[in-house]
Each structure stands twice: as structure tokens, then as C-alpha cells.
């Protein structure tokens, strides 16, 4: 007997709908460049493309697929402690200006 697949539910889509918005990935780009001093022009707004985005979003909840966050409490946890923190960031860069 086979093993099938976990489905997918509202916290995959979630994941789904996250990594295919381009601000989230200009998100990333502005971690990645504050976690490691590096100037913009080593890597501009854009470098992190939605595949980026699903990679970088699978590491972080500790999952080989996004369905298996709907299955994970703690996997869960992480993808809404990440849409808060990219939500907070968005409220700091409409106060800004930089939206």
C-alpha cells in the first residue's frame, strides 16, 4: 500500500500567495542584505525570485513542501511569525514612503 501525498490547505496557500508576491521577495532581498552588510548595488531589489522566495520559506518551517505546513504545528507557527514580521516590514516602509 502507497503513502499518499499530505494535501495542502489555508496555510499552504498562505505560503503559496507569499512567495509569488514580488514585495516579499524584496523582503528577503532587504534581510539578506542587512544580516550581511551588503550594499544594494551587490544585490538589488528583485534578486529573490518566487522560487527563491518557496525555498528560502520551505527552510525556514523546517518542510520539503509547503503542504506539510497544514500538518506541523511548529511549521505553522513559523509561516505566521514570518507573514507578521513581512507585515510589520510593509507598515515600516508605507511609513517611509518606500511602498
Not at 500500500?1 to 500567495?17: D, F, I, N, W
Not at 528560502?56 to 514580521?85: F, P, Y
Request: charged share 25%; glycine share 6%; with cysteine.
Amino acid at each position: 500500500m502507497s503513502v499518499s501525498p499530505l494535501k495542502g490547505g489555508q496555510q499552504a496557500r498562505r505560503a503559496a500567495m507569499l512567495c509569488t508576491n514580488p514585495r516579499f521577495g524584496i523582503y528577503l532581498d532587504h534581510r539578506r542584505r542587512c544580516a550581511h552588510s551588503v550594499p544594494i548595488e551587490q544585490m538589488p531589489d528583485g534578486t529573490h525570485l518566487p522560487e527563491d522566495c518557496a525555498d528560502w520559506l520551505r527552510e525556514a518551517c523546517g518542510v520539503k513542501s509547503r503542504a506539510e505546513i497544514d500538518h506541523d504545528n511548529a511549521a505553522s507557527a513559523m509561516l505566521d511569525r514570518i507573514i507578521a514580521d513581512y507585515s510589520a516590514w510593509e507598515r515600516q516602509q508605507r511609513q517611509r514612503g518606500n511602498a
